[in-house]
């Protein structure tokens, strides 16, 4: 049981490294900044506003798409935390006057 728990903890747990958060800006900037002006083109040149909010709202919907989901391509340059047992010293965390 706990098996599958953990499994699942860490399939919505989200984890991201800072190279995937780059990355992630990144491609949300880009696909709203091009949905926006495709949007903004088509519904000048046709003369509709609703069409032009319609291609808003899927290019909104495609970039939370790419984003959202914690995709394996996020997480390629994972940090270790300072209290993971691989970045540990021997002996453990000593501090100072103590």
Do not use: C
């Not at 190279?19 to 949905?35: D, F, P």
């Not at 995709?71 to 540990?88: D, E, T």
Request: net charge negative.
């Amino acid at each position: 049981m706990d098996a599958i728990l953990n499994q699942l903890q860490d399939l919505f747990e989200g984890q991201i490294d800072f190279h995937g958060q780059r990355l992630a800006e990144t491609i949300s900037t880009v696909v709203l900044t091009l949905s926006s002006v495709i949007a903004l083109l088509a519904g000048y040149v046709l003369q509709d506003l609703y069409l032009t909010m319609w291609i808003g709202v899927i290019g909104t919907l495609f970039a939370m798409f790419l984003v959202v989901p914690p995709w394996p391509v996020y997480n390629q340059h994972p940090q270790p935390w300072i209290g993971s047992k691989a970045r540990l010293p021997p002996g453990g965390i000593v501090v100072p006057g103590k």
